[in-house]
């Protein structure tokens, strides 16, 4: 059935299709609820890393959460045996606690200046979050006692708590935000209230439902931590843009007189027609995550396509049956004075072809100028180094990570470590133990590695794993943690297991972790990439029958994504824009962000593509010259675009206030890439490319003819002006004797 049927059949029968759309909506969020979401903590891991993680799990080590209470001054000289009483007084709290197993002795930090207490926790490490309170609550009994000294507790457990709970307070502040926002954007573009709640309420159920349909699939692939604000943040795009582009030509045909129900199924067979193809555009483009070997990306991309089906069903399904439903009384209430503004706007303003002017007039001078503008903004992207955020990119605003920089400080050895990973059979356990023991005893002797603490073997119960932990006095994303990594991989360790016949090794830990992703990533943009190009070719090529639109879609999209990394990199590997945004540089792009934006990107520019040169094909199909039909083209959707553009920046920019970095420079780049994509690319260069074409633009191959004239009863052309005499344009009587 196409769209029009799909419509025709919702606006005759609206109120079995909005309680259809009720129904499937409780029931994804029911069965979501359900089955609950299963996580993966160790989903970013990649290469030699992942296979360093595999062989310990085999080992089946008890992995503790391990808390340490911090003890300094507040300001000047530590008094140690004041230190050493506020130490007794914490271990015996802690002791007492049915949540710790045990507490060491207090360790003294090698230049005096602080103590600490290490408790080891009966829950392991991914599960203590839930179970820390207790333990932080008798560190808080404790610096009350001693208000002179800095008393705080920070570890595993703790942080996770802290960011778990930051974390969700974002999530809520992002929907509490970014739903009035939209409403009154939204408002501001219909001028009536019912018309600006409809785009809302569709997006809102559509993004719920997405949200209980990925809780299902995380048992087959499972779900990362920031799926669910992925899912919100391209939900309430799509599902706005996509019932902005009905709704605007819905009332556009209700202006010229049709009747509601003619209304519907014009807007089905041409915005309806264009959401179905733009839904399919970004599915595709969302596969290209699937190239990466990495659960987080299959993650994403399977939370990403979720959310833009269940738009695209309720754009074709739930959509119509409430405009039929609702008929005239969309436009009310109307807000008066925005009404008037919106009602000029949709007659014609002056804004859009003032912008659009150069482009008609001087094409040449104003492609290349603009091209080259995005060519410049895309510079900085050479530059761009992968980081996977750490600790010490946690939030400011966190406590607790000043906590972390002090204990780190005092103790550095306790900022990262490195793990080797051993597996052999149980008869050379005594080898592996003495060669990994000969291994730490060289790697204390090396500055690159901690001088404060031993380095730790630990073997399994069937004596076939043991796992070497060894300290870096530096930052996990620091150059030198990077050489103490490439010293135990090259060097290092292959020495030390090498009489070792049956060893298998790798060397793990955030350090390793971090540098492989990165490299996995990096090995897997290309791929990502030429199958998002050719796939979204395969899309549009079926769509317009005009290979030159194809490429040119390709070719502007490229440009707009390049623009935006550059502008990322700029803004994020330097510290100029750290207290305008509120964050603090590590110098490096979120790792998994731009194979993400990349796929997102382009699959949210087809929207406005698609609608974009639909229109103009509508012109050039009534018989307009390619000067006439881009004017028209892209002046009459400017008012569409424009404020599907302003929400989707409005909402990626709400995500850009959200206190984790990856967040931050997810909602920044997105907001930067589409507003760059809504008006430089839209209304710069996409005319001026399309002039200089002219009737290229609609060249169609023979093998593609057929299908092209076949194709027009199905297209957004069956109810426009009656069809003219245009040479070249598919779908008229021109191109019909041209075979």
Known sequence: MTTVGIARWSATHPWKAICAWIIFVVVCVGAGSATGTRTNDSDLTAGEARRALEIVDSGRFADPAVENVLITAHAGTLEEATARRAAADVTARLTRLAEVERVERAVTAPDGSALVVRAQMTKPADEAGAHVQPLLDATAAVARTYPHLRVEEVGDASLTAALDDRVSGDFRRAELVSIPVTLAILLVAFGALIAAGVPVLLALSSVAAAIGLSALTSHLVPATEVLDSVILLIGMAVGVDYSLFYLRREREERAKGRTPADAVEI????????????????????????????????????????????????????????????????????????????????????????????????????????????????????????????????????????????????????????????????????????????????????RLFAQDRTPRLQTSADRTVSVLDIGVPHPADSGEAGQALDALRGQLVPAALSEVPHAEYAVGGWTALNADFASDVAGAMPWAIGLVLVLTFVVLLATFRAPVIAVTALVLNSLSAGASYGLLTWVFQNHWAEGLLGFRSNGGIVTWLPLFLFVVLFGLSMDYHIFVVSRIREGARAGLTTEQAVERGIIGSAGTVTSAAVVMVAVFSVFGTLSTLDMKQLGVGLAAAILIDATVIRAVVLPAAMILLGRGNWWTPRFLLRGALRGQTEDDGEHDEPTAVRPGVPGTRAAEHAR
Do not use: Y
Request: glycine letters at 8%; proline letters at 8%.
């Open 267 to 446: 807007a089905a067979a041409t915005s309806g027609h264009a959401v179905v193809v733009s839904g399919v555009a970004v599915t595709v483009a969302m596969c290209g995550m699937f190239i990466a070997d990495s659960a987080t990306f299959h993650s994403l991309a399977i939370g990403a396509i979720l959310v833009v089906a269940v738009a695209v069903i309720g754009s074709v399904t739930v959509l119509p049956a409430l405009l039929a439903g609702l008929g005239r009384r969309l436009d009310r209430p109307r807000v008066p004075l925005v009404w008037r503004l919106t009602a000029r706007q949709e007659g014609g303003g002056r804004f859009w072809p003032t912008v659009l002017r150069p482009a008609l007039r001087h094409p040449i001078p104003t492609f290349v100028i603009a091209v080259a503008g995005l060519l410049a903004l895309a510079a900085p992207a050479l530059g761009m180094t992968l980081k996977l955020p750490g600790t010490a990119d946690l939030p400011r605003s966190i406590p607790i990570t000043h906590s972390q920089e002090r204990l780190v400080a005092a103790f550095p050895s306790t900022g990262t470590s490195l793990q080797i990973a051993v597996r052999a059979p149980a008869a050379e356990a005594p080898s592996v133990r003495q060669a990994l023991n000969r291994l730490g005893e060289r790697a204390g002797q090396d």
